[in-house]
């Protein structure tokens, strides 16, 4: 069953990259975004949109074998709530889709969710029985619900980044242009983190090294990437390996601190050589498969997004939890990393929400928040729960 499992996740991936040939030749097909459900897609559009939703339902059919095969919901590691979110992110586009039938939508959201997917993918797919704080249904309610919002939040990104890439003045150096290609050297990021992964771990790459720690205790470390960074009072005990570089406080983890360095190092790398090549910012790259789109229409999407995403993330990132949270620790609030950043997030898109009702925020100043938010979404799922430790098991 779990071989299935996974050979469903796999036959979505390639059904998505599938995907994003069709909805590209849709774009050449016909530009912009149909405001009228009535006028005709083009065929390449059907086509796309017909794979992604083969894709999804792929997607489901893995996330129901792992359940059966775990005897409990797959959302309990890292890799299967990464997952799981690619599948709500999916299912925000289909919703998105036949609300206002946006096949460039999908040009933007089908590489992202194939990048999220990748990245989910680099940890460990292992299933596991569940401590007893999280055997709890209340667990199972409250991280779906959570995917659930955040992937319907992740639309207003996508609509925002649009927006952004097709009306900002490519032509000059301005600070829109430079925080625009820093938004797209974060993407880039990711994409580093799974390419420089996935090479290590096919040469089967590892480097044992033991250490003391500030409490004069002996702890041991496997790098799986090169150790460019060491923790203190390092030992390597593995011959032939590579010594780490650079020597970190004991307060900080160095193993999980060496994967992110690594992944800055490749995405720049990838987005340096792209910027050679075409001589040109990433974003003025894209504008010409969006320049004729309707910013309007991409203003009210990514609104009304958040508009739908805000009161599900409500529910399953506090109510939820707290429900939750008693249950297993016997409290609502415990200022947990995790916590702490839910209610950061829940904060920013009632803000969004506050400015674009009572202040007028439309257009590109809601396009910015749009991408910020989907940001702060982001660095609670790699960030925080990568290297900030806290009572939630993804950490």
Not at 117 to 122: E, K, R, V
Not at 134 to 158: K, Q, Y
Not at 300 to 311: D, K, W
Request: proline share 3%; with cysteine; hydrophobic share 55%.
């Amino acid at each position: 069953m779990v071989e299935l499992s996974s050979n469903f996740l796999h036959t979505s991936f390639i059904l998505y990259l599938i995907a994003i040939v069709f909805l590209g030749g849709a774009i050449k097909q016909k530009k912009g975004i149909n405001r009228n459900k009535d006028e005709k897609a083009p065929i390449a559009g059907k086509i796309g949109i017909c794979i992604t939703i083969a894709g999804f339902i792929s997607q489901l059919g893995y996330f129901i074998t792992r359940w059966i095969a775990a005897g409990h919901a797959p959302v309990s590691n890292m890799f299967e709530f990464v997952t799981f979110f690619s599948i709500m992110f999916v299912a925000g586009f289909i919703l998105f889709y036949f609300l206002y039938r946006s096949v460039v939508l999908g040009l933007f959201t089908l590489p992202i969710v194939l990048l999220i997917i990748a990245y989910g993918s680099m940890f460990t797919k292992d299933i596991t029985p569940l401590i007893p704080s999280l055997r709890s249904e209340w667990l199972t309610i409250h991280v779906m619900t959570v995917a659930a919002g955040e992937g319907i939040l992740a639309i207003s990104f996508v609509a925002g980044l649009i927006y952004l890439i097709k009306n900002i003045d490519h032509s000059k150096r301005t600070k829109k242009t430079v925080w625009l290609e820093v938004i797209i050297f974060g993407i880039t990021t990711v994409l580093g983190f799974v390419i420089i992964t996935s090479i290590f771990a096919m040469t089967g790459y590892k480097s044992e090294i033991n250490w003391v720690n500030k409490e004069g205790q002996v702890e041991h470390y496997q790098y799986k990437l090169p150790p460019l960074l060491g923790p203190n009072e390092w030992e390597l005990q593995t011959e032939n390996r590579m010594e780490p570089l650079i020597e970190l406080p004991a307060i900080i983890d160095a193993q999980k601190a060496n994967t992110v360095v690594w992944s800055f190092l490749i995405g720049n790398v990838l987005y340096l050589l792209v910027r050679l090549i075409t001589r040109k910012r990433v974003g003025q790259l894209l504008q010409p498969l969006v320049k004729n789109l309707d910013k309007d229409l991409l203003d009210e999407i990514s609104y009304r997004s958040v508009l739908i995403g805000f009161p599900v993330f409500t529910l399953g990132g506090l109510i939820f939890a707290m429900i939750w949270a008693h249950i297993a620790w016997s409290r609502f609030w415990a200022w947990d990393p995790k916590e702490v950043w839910a209610l950061v997030t829940w904060f920013f898109y009632a803000a969004f929400l506050h400015l674009r009702l009572s202040s007028g925020w439309h257009g590109e100043k809601s396009a910015w928040l749009a991408v910020i938010g989907f940001g702060i979404i982001m660095f609670n799922l790699i960030f925080v729960n990568l290297i900030i430790a806290g009572m939630h098991s993804y950490a």
